[in-house]
């Protein structure tokens, strides 16, 4: 089967959270925030949209008395995520450059 771009990751804030996730079994928001560079606001909503697409699961709890909020990839989410790389290295593939490192 060929790999395909998945419309639920595919804008590039949702990208981003995807990948950054990717390389961890859980994270904080305001670690995925502040690596992205973007409001609580816009967090807030593309979480939401990858957790409605059973991609992101989220977490939420305390620290002392602060509430926390964190967030992880599904099962799902993982293989969707590896599957649109792949489509996307399969793209690049076809202008004859590589994405991967030589």
Do not use: C
């Amino acid at each position: 089967m060929t790999p395909r771009l998945d419309p639920a990751i595919h804008a590039p804030t949702r990208l981003q959270i995807v990948s950054l996730l990717a390389a961890a079994d859980e994270a904080e928001f305001a670690f995925v925030r502040d690596n992205l560079g973007i409001s609580d606001s816009v967090l807030s909503k593309h979480a939401s949209a990858l957790e409605a697409a059973g991609y992101v699961r989220i977490r939420k709890g305390h620290v002392g008395k602060r509430p926390r909020t964190w967030f992880g990839l599904t099962r799902e989410g993982r293989a969707a995520y590896t599957g649109h790389v792949a489509a996307l290295q399969a793209i690049v593939a076809q202008s004859g450059l590589s994405i991967l490192p030589t």
